[in-house]
Structures are given as structure tokens and as C-alpha cells.
């Protein structure tokens, strides 16, 4: 059984950072990408970063330049690190885990951005 636990959401200022992990249960090389993504309430998921087996990185628009995407492989583990942290950033963020044709999802972990 593949499990993705995230970690490391919390309440952030305006302008503050927030650094996000994602473990894998199994070798995080056997995913051909592992991607983060929000659902703000209202609003559809999307993606906000995506970085692939060979290291490959792909940001939306709205984080490029705050936002980075990282990989530890001797930990299983893979990073958002958020910083410039805006209102608009508040949202449930999920860990992807693209395996073959198969998508895992972590379970969410909240971000609030706010005075």
C-alpha cells in the first residue's frame, strides 16, 4: 500500500514561511513525479508545483519566484518550501504522488496566511 503523509501546515504573517514535507511509504524513485497541489474553500484544486523523477521542476504562475519544490531520496521525502507567504495562499495542501498511471494523494494539511 502506497501512503503519502504530509506535514508541516500551520498559520503564517503575511510575508512569513512555511516549509512543507511529504513521506513516502515507499522509494520516492519509483514515482515518476511527486507534485503539490491546494484546494482553497470554494474554489477547484490546483496544482502548485511538480518536480519529476529527474529533477525536473514545473511552478504555477502564482508561486514562481516564492515557492520551491525539493527532494530528499535517502528520506523518502519531498519539500515545499513557501516563503513570501501571501492572504491568497491559504488553502488545504496535498502531496501528489504519480506511480505508472496511478495517482496517490496525501491526506492535506492546512496553510493560513494571516495577520
Known amino acids: 500500500q502506497v501512503q503519502l503523509v504530509e506535514s508541516g501546515g500551520g498559520l503564517a504573517q503575511p510575508g512569513g514561511s512555511l516549509r512543507l514535507s511529504c513521506v513516502t511509504s515507499r522509494s520516492i524513485f519509483n514515482f515518476n513525479a511527486m507534485g503539490w497541489y491546494r484546494q482553497a474553500p470554494g474554489k477547484q484544486r490546483e496544482v502548485v508545483a511538480v518536480m519529476t523523477r529527474g529533477g525536473d521542476t514545473n511552478y504555477a504562475d502564482f508561486v514562481k519566484g516564492r515557492f520551491t519544490i525539493s527532494r530528499d531520496n535517502a528520506k523518502n521525502t519531498a519539500y515545499l518550501q513557501m516563503d513570501s507567504l501571501k492572504p491568497e495562499d491559504t488553502a488545504v495542501y496535498y502531496c501528489?504522488?504519480?506511480?505508472?498511471?496511478?495517482?496517490?494523494w496525501g491526506q492535506g494539511t492546512q496553510v493560513t496566511v494571516s495577520s
Open positions: 501528489n504522488g504519480h506511480w505508472g498511471s496511478t495517482n496517490y
